[in-house]
């Protein structure tokens, strides 16, 4: 059945099991932020097609993940920072009007098929773990390039897309995969061809 959601378009993907840190301050979306510290704390993130995150006329992808609000510091600007934890994927079956903040009503994703016991998950993690590597070879700031995942395979295949250096259509692809070993399979061509590239520009030198 479908259910009402708010909505935090954003430039970038959420995936289920990982972290969001926002900071809020648009006025819109500190009522969002206010309607579900008074709710059950739950909002949708989905993807800007086209458009920017600040002031509205965005068009969003319609698949997305739900976030829980697992902390919130008010902050003397009058901004705000959340902490949320993404939760399970939805679709959108319908647009609400955005005022006050976007909304709208949803389904949740099917993620009903059976766990692959033989996903290629340490595969994946030596892949990433090479191709970070790779990157901070060529000079791209990456931070830290150690790669630690869970030990539950449904948690370690969406990490693992979250740490993936792609760009936000890429990671919506990702997102969009089901079931996890097709996400893996589209995860992996993503980063054999990272690699390829970075190994050509280290060449070239």
Same mark, same amino acid.
């Given at each position: 059945?479908? +259910?009402?959601?708010p ?5 970038? $993907?959420?995936?289920?099991?990982? $972290?969001?840190?926002?900071?809020v301050f ?7 932020v ?17 458009? %920017? ?6 068009t969003?992808?319609?698949t997305?993940t739900i976030?829980?609000?697992a902390?919130?510091?008010?902050l003397e ?15 959108? $079956? ?11 009503? $949803? ?5 009903? %098929?059976?766990l692959?016991a033989?996903?290629p998950?340490a ?7 090479r191709a970070?590597?790779?990157? %901070?070879? *060529? ?11 869970s030990?539950d395979?449904n948690?370690?295949? #969406? #990490? ?7 760009? %936000?259509l890429? *990671? #919506?692809?990702l997102?969009? *995969? ?7 399979r589209r995860?992996?061509r +993503? ?5 390829a ?6 060449? *070239?030198?």
């Amino acid at each position: 059945m479908s +259910f009402e959601l708010p909505i935090f378009p954003l430039g970038s $993907v959420l995936f289920p099991h990982t $972290v969001l840190p926002l900071r809020v301050f648009e006025p819109r979306f500190q009522l969002l932020v206010d309607a579900c510290l008074v709710g059950d704390g739950r909002f949708g993130v989905v993807l800007i097609e086209r458009g %920017s995150e600040v002031g509205g006329g965005d068009t969003r992808f319609e698949t997305g993940t739900i976030a829980q609000i697992a902390g919130v510091a008010d902050l003397e600007n009058g901004h705000r920072l959340i902490l949320a934890v993404g939760g399970g994927r939805f679709n959108v $079956v319908q647009w609400l009007p955005d005022d006050p903040y976007p909304r709208a009503l $949803v389904d949740d994703f099917d993620e009903q %098929s059976e766990l692959d016991a033989d996903l290629p998950i340490a595969e994946t993690e030596r892949k990433l773990r090479r191709a970070l590597a790779l990157m %901070s070879e *060529a000079g791209y700031d990456v931070g830290d390039t150690g790669v630690q995942v869970s030990d539950d395979a449904n948690v370690a295949v #969406q #990490q693992l897309c979250a740490l993936a250096p792609v760009s %936000s259509l890429d *990671a #919506q692809e990702l997102l969009t *995969a089901d079931p996890d070993s097709e996400q893996l399979r589209r995860l992996q061509r +993503f980063l054999d061809d990272e690699i390829a590239v970075l190994q050509q520009q280290l060449a *070239a030198g």
